[in-house]
Nanobody, 120 residues
Framework: QVQLVESGGGLVQPGGSLRLSCAAS????????MGWHRQAPGAQRELVAA???????NYADSVKGRFTISRDNAKNTVYLQMNSLKPEDTAVYYC??????????????WGQGTQVNVSS
């Protein structure tokens, strides 16, 4: 009943930029925290950045100063602007969101993931 769809991944050279988007749709009453996680081959999924409904943000130390998370509440969309990309940023990036559904309570939802490859 609620779907998160990511877009914007791809191949970029080291030092380049990408902007990821994640749009939520379905029977949504409101969205609370939204975030981006990533999972590299052979590694555990890790939090990259998160943003509350009020706009407060937090970042993994590895991306501070390079990545910026933002959201458009009117569009139920969260963004991740990634600058100064490094090969170690290569991973599948997933968005997630805490959604109050209609009807129903608050549930955590995940997108299907978008691949980011940083390579020369």
């Amino acid at each position: 009943q609620v779907q998160l769809v990511e877009s914007g991944g791809g191949l970029v050279q080291p030092g380049g930029s990408l902007r990821l988007s994640c749009a939520a749709s379905g029977r949504i009453f409101s969205i609370y925290a939204m975030g981006w996680h990533r999972q590299a081959p052979g590694a555990q999924r890790e939090l990259v950045a998160a943003i509350t409904s009020g706009g407060s943000t937090n970042y993994a130390d590895s991306v501070k100063g390079r990545f910026t998370i933002s959201r458009d509440n009117a569009k139920n969309t969260v963004y991740l602007q990634m600058n100064s990309l490094k090969p170690e940023d290569t991973a599948v990036y997933y968005c997630n969101a805490d959604v109050r559904q209609v009807p129903g309570g608050i549930k955590n939802h995940w997108g299907q993931g978008t691949q980011v490859n940083v390579s020369s």
